[in-house]
């Protein structure tokens, strides 16, 4: 038995698009070995997750591979060797689960909504294994046992809606090692989940990979999650392998300006940077050495902020939800989204609210827009208690106070080019005399956010998920407003993207004299554009203090565990 499980020669996949052919993988070669997890790096679209559905056989038939190789099982002297690539149906369908099993991104999709959990297992267990129900599940009990889910008899008769992010999760696990799998593939398995979820489902990753003897080939676009499981890295752009090598070698010694990009152009929880590096910079060159913020700077900031008036004051703010009713309808007990929480927010701060999901920041949010009805509590905004605002009040304070979303997918009409999307909102407030006006201003938004005027007439689809949120913030500041909450704006971009975005936001603070709500599960992005930030935790303020000190002196164990879950 060779210790090569999978070897990869000269892969390429094409597909054919109205532009041409795209080469969604070109020529690409690597191997995994017995016991190692490889792990693939890179920006969405680099091909990452069509090399992993290419092992699988999972890619449509309108995909073209030319040429190429996957070779799986290699005899002691690699004479032969399964090319997966030349299977058919049914021979494949007994390698998938079996012998390779996949772990996908997204597990509320992956998991079937109107079958309990432990169904769902236990049918890919008797899928393979052709034994009796009883003992499918108690395979599956033991299994959930060993993925450290809690009350494994209520999950097994649980629905995936019953459960969080990472419970589903480690569901997902279980049904992937149901039928003891030779290599794992895990694509973006933690990409959804919060930072201390995140760093369970890596820690249960590696005593799985030590208990099975697994081969795991670990996709992310997050290097600090790269850096925490694989020891073999690769790193791919534009359906190309730029770079190898070990961890240390990658992370310590980066050779490729598109890897040296992407590990710079995170941000820093050791340095207050004024500008986040980019990768493009990296690429054309002519990137500059960081510059730092200086003390006398931080300091000159805090005092011009912070000897004003709160612009906002939020006052034991609660918003609940109905948990149960009894049988004539009446609320019986409530989800306490929000509980009593009070902060003020000063004009041109940035306000960065932290938290897991589930924890309240964005119903927080929505509240103060009024977007959320409040059980108590006020939310003054320039003297104005906004909970109790009539109709009128509201259409006056919209064109104040704006929200960018966190989803720039779903955040714009399909149906409507993109200029338009942006001076609607103009159009609505009556804030200019004529459509050319209209149309100039629109114009004057796309350049200030980084796009054009060509690009007036294009769909949301024609844009990538960066572009969509750029277009998102120039409608957000098309009313020209002083007050903009970002929900979880940059937390679905790649970091090199994500980069870019904060860079944005705050050249359009000092720009425009904005200030920001910014919510983030990611401490370390809330640190680096907050001047303040609350900590939240099933409803409640944590703390609350300056964004440096929340992060070198911590006061909540709550704190502690989210910045020690930073990878």
């Not at 960065?352 to 929505?366: D, P, Q």
Request: contains cysteine.
């Amino acid at each position: 038995m060779s210790d090569n499980l999978l070897t990869i020669q000269n892969l390429s996949i094409h597909f054919s698009t109205e532009n041409g052919t795209l080469k969604a993988v070109d020529a690409n070669s690597f191997t995994i070995k017995r016991g190692e997890t490889i792990g693939i790096v890179g920006e969405s679209g680099s091909g990452k997750s069509i090399t992993a559905l290419s092992i699988m056989q999972l890619l449509p038939k309108v995909a073209m591979v030319p040429n190429g190789a996957i070779n799986f099982e290699a005899s002691a002297d690699e004479t032969t060797s399964l090319d997966l690539t030349k299977l058919d149906k049914g021979e494949m369908q007994q390698i998938r689960g079996s012998k390779i099993a996949m772990i996908f991104q997204e597990p509320m999709t992956s998991l079937n909504p109107v079958m309990t959990c432990g169904q769902q297992v236990v049918e890919a267990i008797q899928l393979h294994q052709k034994i009796p129900f009883q003992t499918a599940k108690k395979e599956t009990l033991a299994l959930f046992s060993q993925v450290k889910l809690p009350e494994v008899a209520r999950i097994f008769n649980a629905y995936p809606h019953q459960l969080s992010g990472g419970q589903k999760q480690r569901i997902m696990i279980a049904m992937a090692l149901s039928c003891r799998p030779t290599l794992l593939i895990a694509d973006e398995p933690t990409t959804a989940l919060d930072v201390t979820v995140q760093k369970g489902i890596l820690a249960l990753l590696n005593e799985i990979k030590t208990a099975y003897q697994l081969s795991i080939l670990f996709i992310s676009h997050d290097l600090g999650v790269i850096r925490a499981i694989a020891d073999q890295v690769l790193v791919m752009k534009k359906g190309k392998i730029v770079e190898a090598g070990t961890v240390d070698a990658i992370f310590k010694h980066a050779q490729h300006p598109y890897t040296k990009g992407l590990l710079a152009c995170r941000p820093s929880l050791n340095q207050h940077l004024k500008r986040l590096p980019t990768v493009e910079g990296f690429e054309t060159g002519t990137i500059e050495t960081p510059a730092l913020v200086d003390t006398a700077s931080i300091a000159a900031r805090k005092e011009k902020i912070y000897t004003q008036k709160p612009i906002l004051q939020v006052k034991n703010l609660a918003t609940w939800y109905p948990a149960k009713k009894n049988f004539w309808g009446k609320t019986t007990s409530f989800v306490k989204a929000v509980d009593e929480v009070s902060f003020d927010v000063f004009k041109g701060e940035t306000f960065g609210l932290v938290g897991e999901s589930g924890c309240g920041k964005s119903t927080l949010g929505r509240t103060i827009l009024g977007l959320e009805k409040a059980q108590a509590g006020q939310v003054i905004y320039h003297q104005k208690n906004l909970i109790t605002a009539d109709d009128a009040t509201w259409k006056t304070l919209r064109k104040k106070m704006q929200i960018i979303f966190q989803d720039p997918y779903s955040a714009l009409n399909p149906t409507q080019p993109i200029g338009l999307a942006i001076m609607e909102p103009m159009q609505v407030h009556r804030l200019w005399k004529n459509e050319k006006q209209y149309k100039e201003k629109t114009i004057d938004l796309l350049e200030t956010v980084g796009l054009n005027a060509n690009q007036f007439m294009r769909f949301p689809h024609e844009f990538s998920g960066g572009q969509r949120q750029r277009i998102c913030i120039a409608r957000a500041l098309a009313l020209q407003p002083e007050f903009i909450i970002c929900d979880e704006c940059v937390s679905s971009l790649d970091v090199s993207i994500q980069a870019q975005i904060l860079n944005l936001l705050m050249d359009l603070r000092e720009k425009f004299d904005l200030t920001y709500i910014f919510i983030s599960h990611d401490l370390s992005v809330v640190q680096f554009i907050s001047d303040r930030i609350m900590v939240m935790k099933d409803g409640k303020k944590i703390e609350i203090g300056d964004a440096d000190t929340i992060y070198t002196n911590p006061q909540s164990a709550y704190t502690k565990e989210l910045i020690g879950a930073i990878l």
